[in-house]
């Protein structure tokens, strides 16, 4: 995760690696719900089915996407 970005985005590094990029401050959960909406939308899932399981304090972290039914 890189908060505070200017460009705002996902980018794949590899097949379980992501970039995510938001506009908001790591403060209050802010940013880790942008990275949920973000990641959401890549996935084409809803944000209700994209949790951070570990790191939600860290920029790295790691997030189960369940997938669409």
Known sequence: ???KAKKVGVEKINDNTYK???HAVPEKGAA???VIV???AYFDVPSSRVRIVR???LRNKVVLIEEKE
């Open 1 to 3: 995760m890189q908060p």
């Open 20 to 22: 995510v990029r938001v």
């Open 32 to 34: 880790n719900k942008e």
């Open 38 to 40: 973000s990641l959401a």
């Open 55 to 57: 790191g939600k304090t």
